[in-house]
């Protein structure tokens, strides 16, 4: 079996996930011989990889998520920043309930 670089192991589970993903019928099984590895393996890389680019969305997704907080934190007035703890604040004030007036019938 042929040693592996870490270069030559990285274009195979690139290799690997185009042929589970995107590979026709009986591809899996003639890429795994040519790769010195079973079916089983290029399931499993091809998982990994699939594994590695959820996690590369999803840290952009943070990311910009956090850039939205920070912008939106950053057009509160500065007297508001702590609204909730903040009695004096008037997104508070506008929250609470106002008096119910009552009138008599009759």
């Known amino acids: 079996m ?10 195979r589970r690139i ?3 185009f042929f589970v ?11 795994a011989p040519r790769q010195g590895v079973s079916r089983q393996w290029v399931y499993r890389e091809a998982k990994q990889v699939s594994a590695a680019l959820e996690g590369t969305q999803t840290r952009a997704e943070n990311a910009r998520l956090r850039q939205e907080n920070e912008a939106l934190r950053a057009t ?3 007297n508001c920043n702590n609204a909730w703890r903040r009695p ?11 008096p119910v007036s009552v009138k008599p019938v009759g």
């Not at 993903?21 to 890429?31: L, N, T, W, Y």
């Open 21 to 31: 993903f995107c590979g026709g019928r009986g591809e899996v099984s003639a890429f």
């Open 76 to 78: 509160v007035s500065p």
């Open 2 to 11: 042929q040693e592996f670089t870490h270069g030559h192991a990285l274009d």
């Open 15 to 17: 290799g690997s996930a």
């Open 88 to 98: 004096s604040c008037s997104m508070r004030k506008s929250r609470q309930k106002s």
